[in-house]
């Protein structure tokens, strides 16, 4: 062990890489990060939520598994299961390894930040971003969420970007404003999001649930931009209103969320808050053109007027609390498989505590073959009712040649409305789903036609 350290110590005091650091840390502006506490604790900041997001990645399937129930790819990338390259405990460790692996940079980064070596520190954070990009942009369509977006951006700039602490603030600021932009809607507007959970809204009344959602909607739009103000008063005041938003949003996102946001916003915009002049230098150029690119992410969602009820393009941008979704999925598999009768049905008043429940079973021989009917219901305001998402799951069915095809019947509500049959093919396999535009096969309303009503939703895992 020795030798290699004193090998190691004789490699980082060559003037070669002295030389190397040099250029590295002025490409990176890695002396900003050495002179101002603020991202000194912003790198903390980051490191910690690479933890938290790494230590449920090694519990997934994700860049792991291509089952059917496998995390489906991204519209744009429908092939990402062909890169897959990890396994599980059952198969080779690969995965516990891997991540385990990425424990160790996790520990090395935190040491380097102690030890004040900065140009370290900033390369090993580095390679944890560039995974958990790959993962959340590439590997990964259903798991991802807001926080991760947050988590990308602010690291972004933190890594690569001049001016960091500005842009920080400034990027910060936005995300809030982009996060109204999906909230202009009945969903918050009225609240129906809320009015359509059995619980309600926690420790308010229903009656007041329209106010404090425009009350949030009014202070991301507006409120938020006090955060940067030279006004001690009202700057103090954004940061108490926000940090009270994010303490009492917990109720509904947990940790993720605000370990991420609330620990940003105390940083930034806390004790260590100081106003930061507007840089319009060339080397400011890369700021701005990952702002304009936060908004084209935004806007992506919106290209598809009834993304509510079809969720198409529902992923990008800060899309949480979108819509109370409940939804109701029948698929029946015909197959040349040797039947073997069977037949399942979840008792009427036995409640759903996962996102979505298999409720029904049936297996019936047909000719040579057999049918197998399936039927889903959502259990939780929390899932998302995604057609795509099983449009994908149906798909690697669909690769088995011993399956012909895959009737589906797809019933989706919004908000405590009526529920709508916005799929109703014959087979779902000979369906294509094209990323950036209404895709045909969903319908909407009038051509969707109302099948039922929903019961009041609930908020759980």
């Not at 089952?67 to 744009?76: E, F, H, I, K, R």
Request: hydrophobic share 45%; proline share 6%; with cysteine.
């Amino acid at each position: 062990m020795r030798p290699l350290l004193t090998a190691l110590g004789r490699v980082t005091t060559s003037p070669l890489f002295k030389r190397f650091e040099k250029s590295y840390s002025r490409l990176f502006s890695i002396d900003e990060i050495r002179e101002q506490p603020v991202l000194q604790w912003m790198f903390g900041a980051s490191l910690l939520f690479f933890f938290l997001v790494f230590s449920y990645l090694i519990t997934t399937t994700i860049a792991t598994d291509t089952t059917a129930g496998s995390p489906a790819c991204w519209p744009y990338f429908q092939n990402c299961s062909d890169f897959f390259f990890l396994r599980g405990l059952d198969d080779t460790y690969s995965r516990s390894i891997f991540y385990m692996v990425f424990y160790a940079v996790m520990l090395l980064a935190a040491w380097c930040m102690a030890k004040k070596r900065w140009s370290a520190a900033h390369a090993l954070l580095a390679l944890l971003f560039v995974w958990e990009t790959l993962v959340v942009f590439v590997f990964s369509y259903s798991t991802n969420a807001p926080y991760h977006y947050y988590h990308i951006f602010l690291t972004a700039i933190l890594l690569f970007i001049p001016n960091k602490e500005f842009f920080l603030k400034l990027t910060f600021v936005f995300l809030y404003f982009m996060s109204a932009t999906t909230k202009i809607d009945s969903t918050w507007i009225l609240g129906t999001y809320f009015s359509a959970l059995k619980a309600g809204l926690p420790i308010f009344p229903d009656a007041l649930i329209p106010v404090l959602t425009n009350i949030v909607i009014l202070s991301q739009i507006v409120g938020a931009w006090f955060l940067l103000s030279s006004h001690k008063i009202l700057q103090r005041t954004a940061l108490l209103f926000f940090a009270f938003f994010h303490l009492y949003s917990g109720v509904f996102v947990y940790y993720f969320y605000p370990t991420i946001s609330l620990t940003s916003l105390l940083i930034l915009f806390g004790p260590l808050y100081r106003p930061s002049p507007v840089p319009l230098s060339f080397r400011s150029l890369t700021g701005w053109t990952l702002i304009l690119l936060i908004a084209a992410f935004q806007l992506i969602g919106f290209i598809v007027p009834e993304r509510r009820l079809t969720l198409e393009g529902d992923r990008f941008g800060m899309f949480m609390f979108e819509a109370n979704h409940q939804c109701a999925i029948t698929a029946s598999t015909y197959s040349s498989i040797t039947p073997v009768a069977m037949y399942f049905e979840k008792a009427p008043g036995i409640p759903c505590r996962e996102l979505y429940c298999n409720v029904l079973l049936r297996v019936r021989p047909k000719g040579d073959g057999s049918v197998r009917t399936e039927r889903w219901e959502s259990g939780s305001s929390l899932y998302r009712c995604d057609p795509y998402e099983w449009w994908a799951r149906f798909q690697k069915v669909c690769r088995d040649p011993r399956v012909q095809r895959i009737a589906v019947q797809f019933d989706h509500s919004i908000n405590g409305g009526p529920f709508y049959r916005i799929v109703n093919t014959e087979n779902i396999c000979d369906l294509v789903y094209k990323p950036f535009v209404h895709n045909t096969w969903i319908h909407v309303p009038p051509q969707a036609p109302i099948v039922g009503y929903p019961v009041k939703d609930v908020y759980h895992y």
